[in-house]
Nanobody, 124 residues
Framework: QVQLVESGGGLVQAGGSLKLSCSAS????????MGWFRQAPGKERQFVAG????????YYADSVKGRFTISRDNVRNTVYLQMNSLKPEDTAVYYC?????????????????WGQGTQVTVSS
């Protein structure tokens, strides 16, 4: 069973940057898609970005396109989310997840392993 541990969250002012990391252990990493989701209080979990196994497919939510970049290191079994030009509406708990296949779907149901989440707070 894969275990995912996120890090890198914190408090940042609007316009600032953060880089989230998600380290995977206990399972096969390179053959599966990885995704980032976020959940704000009282709201549903929302897709942020997804990346395929090693085939170069990446997807972003429209709300983060051009500001966030997802990447992965299959040697270090780590996926990253570089977040630039942060806005107060980006405030949420951010979760990484491993996909059920190589393809980075946009629905939480397409992911079968989740981290515990890391809080990102953007002040105005």
């Amino acid at each position: 069973q894969v275990q995912l541990v996120e890090s890198g969250g914190g408090l940042v002012q609007a316009g600032g940057s953060l880089k989230l990391s998600c380290s995977a252990s206990g399972g096969t990493f390179s053959r599966y898609a990885m995704g980032w989701f976020r959940q704000a209080p009282g709201k549903e979990r929302q897709f942020v970005a997804g990346i395929s196994d090693s085939t170069g497919i990446v997807y972003y939510a429209d709300s983060v396109k051009g500001r966030f970049t997802i990447s992965r290191d299959n040697v270090r079994n780590t996926v990253y989310l570089q977040m630039n030009s942060l806005k107060p509406e980006d405030t949420a708990v951010y979760y990484c997840a491993r996909g059920a296949s190589f393809y980075p779907g946009r629905s939480p149901s397409e992911y079968n392993s989740w981290g515990q989440g890391t809080q990102v707070t953007v002040s105005s």
